[in-house]
């Protein structure tokens, strides 16, 4: 066996003829097994060839023999998702961790070894799901990935980490980008750009890039595609979707898991899984984008999903024509999170108004029982928890359980046929439902009630040869994630994703070397999505290195040629509560806005749809806009320059009320997170905008308030001065309002 092996620190490797590696750890006291002529791991250290150490089977037949063998408490650990885990850990926030009992500066820790969290949750709770959040740098996590298998390989059955990621290719608007080098990883505009593109082919060779980069991470699930439709334009996780239309986030969403689930030719070891493939956890069941008001279910004051428009059945269609009905050879998202959200009266079996992962109804009856879904279901983070912070992400979220305890929401969930709880490290409380399961229906139907979703779980491993080798060369790694190549698919499409709503004149593109005014940006301080506060700010909204190879900026408007301004689209906030007006004696919801200026609710409804002890209507309540500034600039601006054309540069992360300053720019166009090099080959004409809007853009507030949260394209749409309508589907590019394939695929019948 020694001319099969070769050594690479404490990794050894092992190469069957004609079938896979095995890589293995010569600190976990694995040892290799000869059989026929082949090599096999041997996982459990018993001497023999179990079905489950067998990569001649089927990962079905594997994984059942695992899951007989497994534990109770093993199981009950491979159902916890962890908590966010950083790589090296932070300090002092809501995701510290230690090495040795010290924050990692105090340690002379490396930044890829285990903290004494993750040993624990590892060795005692037998937790295999990682979610992990930022990462100092490829090689970093390559290595961090090998400590974790290595870890993992020495415990118990042998059973690896599946680690996974929420969404990681966001582009940095200000780093520039050179054809020829790489970056730490490829940059891609947010999901509602991808969506701009209307083009499923994109976002299917998106999915295959960022599978591979994942892989290459150490990374083997990914928590996405966000494919809830929309239909509420106050939502503040609007920019992780593909926009309001059903169709488009259909067809968006199967390309999206079918490039991150399929390996092809050498690299497919089962029915189109294999080594570059990625486990697709679709999300959120049955869709989470009605929230009452706008608002979400992150907090206790968005917790209701409502269907006012009766409109329950379209928001299932991008799961049940398109994650579950893929192209690709693995046939359907591997798994499923429905959202906190508990979508009201939907439940036409038990009538229970409970988070959706709560209810069996939606999991039992209709994912796996009318669509046929038998994929792994994973919760939402935290929803076992009780709720601690109403203002707070992190707080717990047990929406419609609140009065049981933490051990009877986990049963409640196993009943209703969840398979895993996310944000838990905690083993204990999935034991004491297992023990309510015994006492309730008996041993025999608990273990049998575990084991199915043990074999659920254990298949998203097998099948993508994880128990083979899961470890990674971290040289190697370094040299896949944000390649060259990865980089320049990821900027065409950033390019592609851009959408010109306005072009007065035809002002654009814009002359080489023209003289430019670009006013400052003012950031009044606030606070981040952690909680945290911000500073004030007043800087440049763009690098300036970047504009200067593309035009002359100046500093004086008077010398100018054209005034160019960044803004992003109106944010009042995501909850829509607020603590002032709770203390003052008010219920505390207040308007979630769209436009720039104060905003008075004038035409919301009289009475809320959902009552939780009090009404939670808010009309006649007034709110403001955290960046009003954007467009005091945008006005500032056209009166500096004197006639000479305005340009405005929108970030969108909604729709957003555009009539407060549309008249007063000669030419507009919207993104979806790009770099700055991007906008300027589009305002040059390097390269000619072809995106498209994946979600209309209102009149004004009062059509916002008069949609219906659960309907799409149910708005009245801004029209400029030009006379064009920016609904959905509308773009421009040098020739005008752009009329092709897509649009007529996918754009909306003038009504």
């Given at each position: 066996?020694?001319?099969?092996?070769?050594?690479?620190?404490?990794?050894?490797?092992?190469?069957?003829?004609?079938?896979?590696?095995?890589?293995?750890?010569?600190?976990?006291?694995?040892?290799?097994?000869?059989?026929?002529?082949?090599?096999?791991?041997?996982?459990?250290?018993?001497?023999?060839?179990?079905?489950?150490?067998?990569?001649?089977?089927?990962?079905?037949?594997?994984?059942?023999?695992?899951?007989?063998?497994?534990?109770?408490?093993?199981?009950?650990?491979?159902?916890?998702?962890?908590?966010?885990?950083?790589?090296?850990?932070?300090?002092g926030d809501w995701f510290a961790g230690t090495y040795n009992g010290k924050p990692y500066e105090e340690s002379g820790a490396k930044p890829w070894e285990l903290?004494?969290?993750?040993?624990?949750?590892?060795?005692?709770?037998?937790?295999?799901?990682?979610?992990?959040?930022?990462?100092?740098?490829?090689?970093?996590?390559?290595?961090?990935?090998?400590?974790?298998?290595?870890?993992?390989?020495?415990?118990?059955?042998?059973?690896?980490?599946?680690?996974?990621?929420?969404?990681?290719?966001?582009?940095?608007?200000?780093?520039?980008?050179?054809?020829?080098?790489?970056?730490?990883?490829?940059?891609?505009?947010?999901?509602?750009?991808?969506?701009?593109?209307?083009?499923?082919?994109?976002?299917?060779?998106?999915?295959?890039?960022?599978?591979?980069?994942?892989?290459?991470?150490?990374?083997?699930?990914?928590?996405?595609?966000?494919?809830?439709?929309?239909?509420?334009?106050?939502?503040?996780?609007?920019?992780?979707?593909?926009?309001?239309?059903?169709?488009?986030?259909?067809?968006?969403?199967?390309?999206?898991?079918?490039?991150?689930?399929?390996?092809?030719?050498?690299?497919?070891?089962?029915?189109?899984?294999?080594?570059?493939?990625?486990?697709?956890?679709?999300?959120?069941?049955?869709?989470?984008?009605?929230?009452?008001?706008?608002?979400?279910?992150?907090?206790?004051?968005?917790?209701?999903?409502?269907?006012?428009?009766?409109?329950?059945?379209?928001?299932?269609?991008?799961?049940?024509?398109?994650?579950?009905?893929?192209?690709?050879?693995?046939?359907?998202?591997?798994?499923?999170?429905?959202?906190?959200?508990?979508?009201?009266?939907?439940?036409?079996?038990?009538?229970?108004?409970?988070?959706?992962?709560?209810?069996?109804?939606?999991?039992?009856?209709?994912?796996?029982?009318?669509?046929?879904?038998?994929?792994?279901?994973?919760?939402?983070?935290?929803?076992?928890?009780?709720?601690?912070?109403?203002?707070?992400?992190?707080?717990?979220?047990?929406?419609?359980?609140?009065?049981?305890?933490?051990?009877?929401?986990?049963?409640?969930?196993?009943?209703?046929?969840?398979?895993?709880?996310?944000?838990?490290?905690?083993?204990?409380?999935?034991?004491?439902?297992?023990?309510?399961?015994?006492?309730?229906?008996?041993?025999?139907?608990?273990?049998?009630?575990?084991?199915?979703?043990?074999?659920?779980?254990?298949?998203?491993?097998?099948?993508?040869?994880?128990?083979?080798?899961?470890?990674?060369?971290?040289?190697?790694?370094?040299?896949?994630?944000?390649?060259?190549?990865?980089?320049?698919?990821?900027?065409?499409?950033?390019?592609?994703?851009?959408?010109?709503?306005?072009?007065?004149?035809?002002?654009?593109?814009?002359?080489?070397?023209?003289?430019?005014?670009?006013?400052?940006?003012?950031?009044?301080?606030?606070?981040?999505?952690?909680?945290?506060?911000?500073?004030?700010?007043?800087?440049?909204?763009?690098?300036?290195?970047?504009?200067?190879?593309?035009?002359?900026?100046?500093?004086?408007?008077?010398?100018?040629?054209?005034?160019?301004?960044?803004?992003?689209?109106?944010?009042?906030?995501?909850?829509?509560?607020?603590?002032?007006?709770?203390?003052?004696?008010?219920?505390?919801?207040?308007?979630?806005?769209?436009?720039?200026?104060?905003?008075?609710?004038?035409?919301?409804?009289?009475?809320?749809?959902?009552?939780?002890?009090?009404?939670?209507?808010?009309?006649?309540?007034?709110?403001?806009?955290?960046?009003?500034?954007?467009?005091?600039?945008?006005?500032?601006?056209?009166?500096?320059?004197?006639?000479?054309?305005?340009?405005?540069?929108?970030?969108?992360?909604?729709?957003?009320?555009?009539?407060?300053?549309?008249?007063?720019?000669?030419?507009?166009?919207?993104?979806?997170?790009?770099?700055?090099?991007?906008?300027?080959?589009?305002?040059?004409?390097?390269?000619?905008?072809?995106?498209?809007?994946?979600?209309?853009?209102?009149?004004?507030?009062?059509?916002?308030?008069?949609?219906?949260?659960?309907?799409?394209?149910?708005?009245?749409?801004?029209?400029?001065?030009?006379?064009?309508?920016?609904?959905?589907?509308?773009?421009?590019?040098?020739?005008?309002?752009?009329?092709?394939?897509?649009?007529?695929?996918?754009?909306?019948?003038?009504?």
């Amino acid at each position: 066996m020694t001319n099969n092996t070769e050594t690479k620190n404490t990794i050894k490797y092992v190469h069957n003829p004609g079938g896979p590696t095995l890589g293995y750890s010569t600190s976990s006291g694995v040892r290799i097994l000869e059989r026929d002529g082949l090599f096999f791991k041997d996982l459990s250290r018993d001497g023999k060839l179990d079905k489950y150490e067998d990569w001649r089977l089927s990962p079905e037949e594997r994984a059942q023999d695992l899951a007989s063998k497994m534990s109770v408490e093993q199981i009950a650990g491979l159902m916890l998702y962890s908590r966010h885990q950083s790589i090296p850990a932070s300090s002092g926030d809501w995701f510290a961790g230690t090495y040795n009992g010290k924050p990692y500066e105090e340690s002379g820790a490396k930044p890829w070894e285990l903290t004494d969290e993750q040993k624990a949750f590892l060795a005692k709770d037998h937790l295999r799901h990682i979610l992990v959040t930022k990462v100092e740098s490829p090689e970093v996590a390559a290595r961090w990935n090998n400590e974790v298998q290595a870890f993992a390989e020495g415990e118990g059955l042998g059973i690896p980490a599946n680690n996974s990621s929420d969404p990681r290719h966001s582009s940095d608007a200000s780093s520039e980008f050179n054809a020829g080098s790489g970056g730490k990883i490829s940059m891609w505009p947010e999901t509602l750009g991808l969506a701009a593109t209307f083009d499923p082919s994109v976002v299917r060779r998106f999915g295959e890039i960022a599978a591979q980069e994942y892989r290459a991470l150490g990374l083997t699930t990914a928590l996405s595609p966000q494919i809830d439709i929309a239909t509420d334009p106050r939502w503040f996780r609007f920019n992780g979707t593909f926009g309001e239309d059903s169709k488009l986030t259909t067809d968006m969403g199967r390309a999206y898991v079918d490039g991150f689930q399929t390996s092809e030719g050498d690299r497919e070891l089962y029915d189109g899984w294999g080594y570059d493939s990625v486990n697709a956890m679709v999300k959120h069941w049955p869709g989470g984008g009605s929230g009452e008001g706008g608002r979400d279910a992150h907090f206790g004051c968005g917790k209701y999903a409502v269907y006012p428009g009766n409109n329950f059945e379209e928001h299932l269609k991008p799961f049940t024509e398109g994650a579950f009905k893929l192209e690709g050879k693995t046939g359907k998202a591997s798994a499923v999170m429905p959202y906190y959200t508990i979508s009201s009266n939907q439940d036409t079996k038990n009538g229970e108004n409970v988070g959706n992962s709560y209810s069996e109804y939606l999991i039992e009856d209709l994912l796996r029982g009318e669509y046929g879904y038998d994929g792994v279901v994973c919760t939402d983070w935290m929803i076992t928890a009780d709720e601690t912070n109403k203002y707070s992400f992190l707080s717990g979220k047990p929406w419609g359980v609140e009065g049981l305890t933490v051990a009877e929401r986990h049963y409640k969930l196993l009943m209703a046929g969840v398979d895993q709880f996310g944000g838990n490290n905690d083993v204990e409380p999935v034991l004491e439902a297992y023990r309510m399961g015994v006492a309730e229906h008996g041993e025999a139907f608990m273990r049998s009630r575990f084991e199915k979703s043990a074999v659920r779980l254990l298949l998203n491993m097998f099948r993508l040869g994880l128990f083979e080798n899961p470890y990674l060369e971290p040289e190697r790694s370094a040299g896949i994630v944000g390649n060259p190549a990865f980089m320049q698919a990821g900027y065409e499409t950033q390019l592609k994703s851009v959408v010109l709503l306005k072009n007065k004149g035809n002002v654009l593109p814009l002359a080489p070397k023209s003289k430019v005014y670009i006013p400052k940006r003012y950031t009044p301080a606030g606070t981040d999505w952690f909680g945290f506060p911000t500073p004030e700010k007043l800087e440049y909204p763009v690098n300036l290195d970047v504009v200067s190879r593309y035009f002359t900026v100046t500093y004086d408007p008077q010398e100018a040629d054209f005034g160019l301004v960044f803004i992003a689209g109106p944010s009042s906030g995501i909850t829509g509560y607020s603590t002032e007006d709770a203390d003052n004696g008010g219920n505390g919801y207040v308007p979630l806005s769209l436009q720039y200026r104060p905003y008075t609710a004038e035409h919301a409804r009289e009475k809320s749809l959902m009552f939780d002890a009090k009404d939670r209507s808010y009309k006649g309540k007034t709110v403001r806009t955290h960046n009003e500034s954007d467009l005091d600039a945008v006005l500032d601006t056209k009166n500096k320059l004197q006639g000479k054309p305005v340009i405005v540069s929108m970030l969108l992360s909604n729709p957003a009320v555009v009539e407060e300053f549309e008249a007063e720019a000669d030419a507009i166009l919207a993104n979806f997170g790009v770099q700055d090099q991007a906008l300027m080959d589009i305002l040059s004409g390097a390269a000619e905008p072809s995106g498209l809007l994946p979600m209309q853009m209102p009149a004004n507030m009062r059509t916002v308030e008069e949609q219906l949260e659960d309907v799409a394209h149910d708005m009245e749409c801004h029209v400029d001065s030009e006379g064009h309508t920016y609904d959905f589907a509308f773009g421009m590019n040098w020739s005008g309002v752009i009329r092709d394939e897509r649009t007529a695929k996918y754009g909306k019948s003038p009504r």
